[in-house]
């Protein structure tokens, strides 16, 4: 049976989402973010994570458990093996890395769109687990076609040719971009750019382009008061929170508290 890809559906209606990464592979994580029923989709970081093809098949059943599609970020090394194994476990949706050119968009097109004459991709019929039920292949194709597509914008040499690169993106269907300013930065030879004001004029273009050429723009924050400024540029997209961070965050807070408390005895 086909299950809607909701991610997809709120994209194609032009309404706001909310994601949030995490980089742990244990399938108990989507299941929990599912279970809080905030979230259109998650995030598995898989550029920083540990992985196998039998982990991407736990974490999309437990995804499945609370209708929370999950999308995967890749690295761009192995990104076409990755990718078709991730929507053959059942994501829903891939950010693609280190773009930098029109035809490093047309590579990722092709690893995820199916080998027909209309799209042009490179995905077969593959019998994994959105298809174990039988061999439907108009939901199959159907099914793939609604996998949504992002790439990241975080290379200084991305900028020399944006507009053509996200006109690229408008024709192959890519839905989102994703600013990153930590590979950016580095690209330039300039690592701690993120944290300065001098970002902000890169950023800005890139939103601004984005939305001019109707790719729209995602942006990454770790907190609620930092979406204002965004929401004031257009973004409507938003990925928010990790859970290794906020873990840590938590247990700090918690082992200071009891740590202060017991220097008083």
């Known amino acids: 049976m086909l299950i809607p890809n909701t991610f997809h559906q709120k994209l194609s209606c032009g309404k706001p ?3 949030t990464h995490f980089l742990f592979s244990d399938p108990d994580i989507p299941e929990i973010i599912g279970d809080v029923g905030m979230f259109d989709y998650g995030e598995f970081a898989g550029e920083y994570s540990s992985f196998d093809m039998n982990s991407l098949y736990h974490l999309a059943r437990a995804g499945q458990c609370g209708n929370l599609p999950l999308m995967i970020k890749l690295d761009q090394e192995a990104q076409g093996f990755w990718a078709q194994a ?8 891939v950010l693609f890395t280190d773009i930098r050119t029109p035809e490093d968009v047309d590579a990722c097109h092709r690893c995820v769109r199916p080998d027909n004459p209309n799209a042009g991709g490179l995905m077969g ?3 994994r687990r959105p298809a174990l039920s039988g061999y439907d292949t108009d939901d199959y194709l159907a099914d793939l076609e609604s996998t949504v597509i992002a790439i990241m914008i975080e290379k200084s040499i991305t900028l020399d040719h944006l507009d053509a690169l996200l006109e690229r993106a408008k024709q192959r269907g890519v839905a989102m971009t994703q600013w990153g300013p930590a590979d950016f930065g580095f690209s330039m030879g300039k690592p701690n750019l993120m944290f300065t004001e001098e970002i902000r004029q890169f950023e800005e273009l890139v939103i601004k382009k984005s939305i001019e050429h109707e790719v729209q723009p995602r942006i990454e924050i770790g907190a609620v008061d930092q979406a204002k400024r965004y929401i004031d540029l257009g973004v409507r997209h938003f990925c928010i929170g990790w859970d290794r961070f906020l873990y840590q965050s938590a247990i700090c807070q918690l082992g200071e508290g009891m740590r202060r408390l017991l220097e008083t005895i």
Do not use: E
């Open 125 to 127: 019929i593959k019998l």
């Open 17 to 19: 989402t909310l994601g």
């Open 86 to 93: 991730a929507i053959g476990a059942g994501f829903r949706s």
